[in-house]
Structures are given as C-alpha cells and as structure tokens.
C-alpha cells in the first residue's frame, strides 16, 4: 500500500544533541510537509517543500532544518533540541493543489531528557 | 491572521446522543478538511469538503460547509463509544494547499 512512513516512532535525545527525523513516501506526491504537535495541541505547520521549493513558516524557529534529497524522503534537523522541542512531529503529503487531503505518517514522538 | 476556531474544545457525551462540532475560519477559502486522531495516533482524513453547501456523510458522521459564514459543522448521530477521538478541522493556508487546523474538539463517548 502507497504509505508515508516516519521512522523512528520514537525518540529521546539529550538537551542540545542534534537529532534527525526522517519521512519517506511511496505515493509520489509533489509536497511533503513537517508538523509539530504538541500535547493537546493542533499540529502546527513547521515548513513544506513542493518539489525542490523549500517554505518556511515565518514562526519556524532556526533551530529546525529540513532537507529533501529526492522525491521520496524528508528529513527534519533539530540542531539544539530544547526541552520545549518535546512533541510529536508529523510528516505528511499531498499531491499539491488545492482540494487534496494530506497523507499523514504516524509520527515520530521527541522526548528530550 | 489566518484562523482556525472549534467548539466545543471538550466534548463528553452519552451514546446515542447527537450533537455538532462547530468550526469557525477566517479565510475565504471554498475547502475545507476534517481530521480524525486517536490518542497516540496520527492524523485520519475523514472529509473534504469543496464548496459552499457541500455536505459529507460517512456513517454517523456528517460535515457541511457554509462559505459565506466561514462555518463548517461535524454532526454526530446516535453517538458509539467507536467515535471517541479528537476531530480536527483544517483549511487551506495562503498557500493554496499546506493545511491550518484548529485546536480540534476532544471527543469522549460514554455508555
């Protein structure tokens, strides 16, 4: 089945250790975004790439990167992470026009000790 | 400021029950999406609704969407313990796709 897969569902690292998520898709979808949701909370769009096209929330703190390699994979770079970076992060795709749902992955959940 | 406001936050009702989700956006966009999570779980499409007066059903669940009151409204009918969950609504951002959501609305189903 065409998926949006996030490894790994869970993941602890220390306060200030850099840490990497990563999303792979196989639906071929144009865009690939990168939510944070916190307990309770809505997911809160952190950025999206459509294709090669990086874009950034204008509330994204620096502390977060993201890199697109191919069509298949993102990733997300949390350079410092800080006791406030806690939270699930969500990967999703959408085909990239106006109209289609997003694809969500099962998410990858951050404790930072 | 794109927003995104649900009501009731916090839901707890009887099954059998009805009752209805309410949403309230401050765009003019013509869709809009609800999302179903599951504690610990992930995002679950459940409708998309495009247009003004476009109503979805699927089981016990029916959306609507009234553009011109920037309104859309989750009704459950005779409430199953299944249906617990919190339900997101979420539309369209400025850039034409990438999705904003409200707070979503905490469902508990009780016997």
């Known amino acids: 089945d065409a998926m949006v897969i996030q490894n790994p569902r869970y993941q602890v690292t220390q306060f200030g250790k850099p840490v990497t998520l990563s999303c792979s898709q196989t639906l071929n979808h144009n865009v690939m975004y990168w939510y944070q949701q916190k307990s309770s909370q809505a997911p809160k769009l952190l950025f999206h790439y459509y294709d090669k096209d990086f874009n950034n929330e204008a509330d994204t703190p620096d502390n977060f990167q993201s890199r697109r390699p191919n069509t298949s994979f993102c990733f997300l770079d949390i350079r410092s992470p800080g006791l406030g970076d806690a939270a699930m992060y969500l990967c999703?795709?959408?085909?990239?026009?106006?109209?289609?749902?997003?694809?969500f992955g099962n998410g990858t959940r951050l404790t930072v000790t | 400021e794109l927003k995104v406001e649900q009501n009731p936050l916090f839901l707890s009702m009887q099954e059998g029950k009805n009752y209805t989700i309410y949403c309230n956006y401050s765009t003019t966009s013509d869709r809009l999406y609800w999302y179903r999570q599951d504690p610990g779980k992930s995002l679950e499409s459940l409708f998309v609704?495009?247009?003004?007066?476009a109503v979805k059903q699927e089981g016990r669940l029916m959306a609507s969407l009234d553009t011109k009151a920037r309104l859309s409204t989750l009704h459950i009918t005779a409430a199953v313990h299944d249906l617990s969950a919190t339900y997101f609504c979420?539309?369209?951002?400025?850039?034409?796709?990438?999705?904003?959501f409200g707070k979503g609305t905490s469902l508990l189903v009780t016997p």
């Open positions: 999703a795709t959408s085909i990239g026009q106006g109209n289609s749902p997003l694809h």
């Open positions: 609704l495009l247009s003004n007066g």
């Open positions: 979420a539309v369209e951002g400025y850039s034409g796709y990438a999705l904003n």
